[in-house]
């Protein structure tokens, strides 16, 4: 099994479920830190979506505002982690959660570098990857 289809049949939907579970219960709530974050991830990813196939600066520019929302979650960690009792278990969830930032800042990443190629073969094969992760991930991890 490769990186990439350990990253989007395992590793990526794992990311995404953790976001769903840290979002705030009511609107009432203020959103936390790391909600903040990955809605900016999920906003210029949305963006994406709408631009023109040939609209290359555009499409690094979102993605490279998506990946700063990601990196900017990576100092925090989700509710469902912090609700965890302290030792071993928690401590792992810590660290899968910090990998799976850093995958999925990679992925991003790859999205940006396709979009500065001006590569459309290569910008549909990274958004696949973002999109494919990001359907498993709600399939597992939503009530939906």
Partial sequence: MTKYTLFTRFVLPFFIGT?????PVSAEEEDSPLTVAMDQT?????KLRKIAKDDWASGAKEARIAADGIRKGMKFIPAIVELMPDGKDKDKAIADYRMMMGLSYAAICELELAYLEEDQNKVDAASKKVKGGKKEGHKKYTDD
């Fill in 19 to 23: 976001f769903a579970v840290s979002l």
């Fill in 42 to 46: 999920s906003s210029a990813l949305k």
